[in-house]
């Protein structure tokens, strides 16, 4: 008899290794502040500023905040910022 042993040839993704906890997701958008964070690659910031303004023709009274991250990934400070400032938070990259 044989032993076959399968492996995963796909690494381990940065965004699963977050150092910060999540949130539960609000049941509405309706008064809420959303934060926007870009890492600041090619095209991030045209689809989160899009999305932005896809919430605010959806939900009353969403707020908006954008922030740069400068690089992938986003510095934790950058994130923890918006994770104060904001209840609830989008973050992506584009190429």
């Not at 689809?47 to 009274?61: P, V």
């Not at 400068?70 to 400070?77: E, F, I, L, S, V």
């Amino acid at each position: 008899m044989h032993l076959l042993e399968v492996m995963n040839p796909v690494a381990r993704q940065r965004a699963l290794e977050s150092p910060f906890q999540t949130t539960p997701r609000p049941r509405s958008l309706d008064g809420k502040t959303v934060g926007l964070v870009w890492s600041g690659t090619h095209g991030g910031d045209v689809a989160l500023k899009r999305a932005g303004e896809m919430l605010q023709e959806r939900f009353r009274g969403v707020r908006v905040n954008f922030y740069t991250g400068g690089n992938y990934p986003t510095p934790p400070a950058v994130l923890r910022q918006a994770g104060e400032e904001c209840d609830a938070v989008i973050g992506a990259t584009a190429d």
